[in-house]
């Protein structure tokens, strides 16, 4: 990145000049003079020389009609109230640097736009809810801003008119700067989507409780549970993309030999910045006893021939949607007898739990078919004492697969996480809804009570799962799980 004018970046000259400045006069109105190492000649010349960019003819985006569906459900749940949705704002990583930017989940499902700082706010009417859709404007030039500013778009980029925003996203646009002061006046009940946006949150903070707020969330994330088509489209879109960083990472394996599992985790990572936003998740490149560590993202340690790889990775879409795939590979292209055993016990289990999944299946359902094939495993190695009946009873097959079978899928990579029990974990599953099935089996380098084959062995299978009208169709089937046909398509793509 490039450095800032001299000698003082653009937000400390105009920090400065905030200082010195009232605080409620407009920057425009402010002396060049205030501005150190900026001529006059230089704030008058800024002002001029600059081509009218704005965009006509928009299109609205893809999804318009959707977010409309979504905005128009939110508002018959809650009818007489403001509600308020924020996109959240940059968080620093360091000194002047920030993280990428996301934007948070309830606002980019409401409205399709993923910028930093937008406010969705849904305005009660006597018929309903006007929804505005609150986003700094393009630059001033006149004022300085455009180039003065750490937001102006000489340093962020060019950004849509509130008129090109209204246009791509069918929702009347207005600029976010005047939304505190809009909030602190406004009378009547109102909610908010908490832990985003600061500033908006401290503008109502005499206006809210904790407990409707939380009710707000809670509608926003069961409303997810269902996918509509456009989503499963996108869905479809993440998974294929993460289909082709599996491929890339099989054909690298030995340069990951060479180097490490970074050298994965790199790999994978290119594919989903190129085709998508970016990965959903911190990808799991974990290579050896490294499978047995459920979130093994330092991805920092050898890839050896002979060793399994566990790489559990999912690219995201530039509309926010993620995979979520694993699959456990042989780096040197053939499992081992012990790696095979264990390799086949968990397909059988994924296989149980997959044809678990139909409309009108208890969620649950998948979790427990899945579970009791890796406990009669367990039993028939002789690793815990039967019958199945207590293992399972008594959890204690859990000591090697850890983890639930697995979960909901979409914006989030663990999807509507704050839906109610009743509706998610102890609920029935609908046409439309997307999960994963996830079962593994792990055995610790350290773990005393299996004979010492099995240690260090870590083996998870994961596929995208959706729901349909007559059962279930696997969004990621196009890769390999079965082992020999694994081996198979390791084999074709190192050619
Ligand atoms: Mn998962």
Redesign the pocket.
């Known amino acids: 990145m490039s450095e800032a004018l001299n000698p003082e970046t653009p937000e400390a000259v105009l920090d400065d000049a905030a200082d010195q400045a009232d605080e409620e006069e407009p920057i425009k109105q402010r002396k060049n003079g205030l501005y150190p190492g900026v001529s006059d000649e230089l704030a008058e010349n800024m002002k001029s020389g600059w081509a009218d960019t704005e965009l006509h003819g928009l299109e609205p985006i893809a999804q318009a009609a959707r977010t409309a569906a979504r905005r128009a459900a939110l508002s018959a749940r809650f009818p007489g109230e403001r509600l308020v949705v924020p996109a959240g704002n940059l968080k620093t990583r360091s000194n002047d640097t920030e993280y990428p930017f996301r934007a948070s989940v309830e606002y980019a499902y409401l409205t399709g736009n993923l910028t930093e700082d937008g406010v969705l706010v849904l305005e009660p009417t006597a018929d309903g809810h006007q929804a505005t859709i609150y986003l700094l404007p393009r630059s001033d030039r006149e004022n300085g801003e455009f180039w003065l500013s750490g937001q102006g778009e000489l340093w962020v980029g060019r950004r849509h008119s509130l008129t090109e925003a209204e246009r791509l996203y069918g929702i009347p646009a207005s600029d976010v700067r005047e939304l505190p002061d809009k909030l602190r006046e406004a009378t009547g009940p109102v909610r908010v989507v908490r832990g985003y946006d600061a500033g908006i949150e401290a503008a109502l903070t005499d206006k809210v409780t904790a407990e409707r707020d939380a009710e707000l969330r809670v509608f926003l994330s069961e409303a997810r549970l269902v996918k509509d088509e456009f989503e499963v489209g996108e869905l479809q879109k993440a998974v294929d993309s993460t289909v082709r960083g599996f491929e890339d990472v099989v054909r690298v394996l030995d340069r990951a030999e060479a180097t490490s599992e970074r050298y994965i985790e790199g790999t994978f990572f290119l594919r989903a910045r190129v085709e998508g936003n970016d990965i959903g998740y911190g990808s799991i490149c974990a290579a050896g006893p490294h499978a047995c560590t459920l979130h093994w993202v330092r991805n920092d340690g050898p890839v050896r021939s002979g060793d399994l790889l566990l790489l ?1 990775a999912g690219v995201e879409t530039h509309t926010l949607y993620t995979a ?1 795939v ?1 699959r456990t590979l042989p780096v040197n292209g053939t499992y081992s007898g012990i790696q095979k055993k264990i390799y086949d016990a968990v397909y059988e289990s994924q296989e149980a739990g997959i044809a678990a999944v139909r409309p009108g299946a208890k969620y649950r359902d998948f979790h427990d078919a899945s579970q009791r094939v890796l406990a009669e495993k367990l039993v028939e190695w002789g690793l815990v004492e039967g019958p199945v009946e207590r293992v399972l009873e008594l959890g204690l097959q859990r000591r090697w697969t850890l983890h639930g079978t ?2 909901m ?1 979409g914006m989030d ?2 999807d509507c996480a704050v839906a109610r029990t009743e509706t998610y974990v102890d609920g029935t599953l609908e046409p439309g809804m997307c999960l ?1 099935v ?1 079962p593994g089996l792990y055995f610790q380098a350290d773990d005393l009570t299996v004979p010492e084959e099995y240690r260090g062995i870590g083996v998870r299978i ?1 596929d995208d799962i959706l729901v349909t009208e007559d059962g279930n169709r696997n969004l990621s089937a196009a890769l390999p799980r079965r082992s020999d046909e694994v081996e198979a398509w390791m084999a074709s793509l190192k050619g």
């Open positions: 559990d979520d694993t697995g979960h899928l990579v663990h994963t996830e994961e």
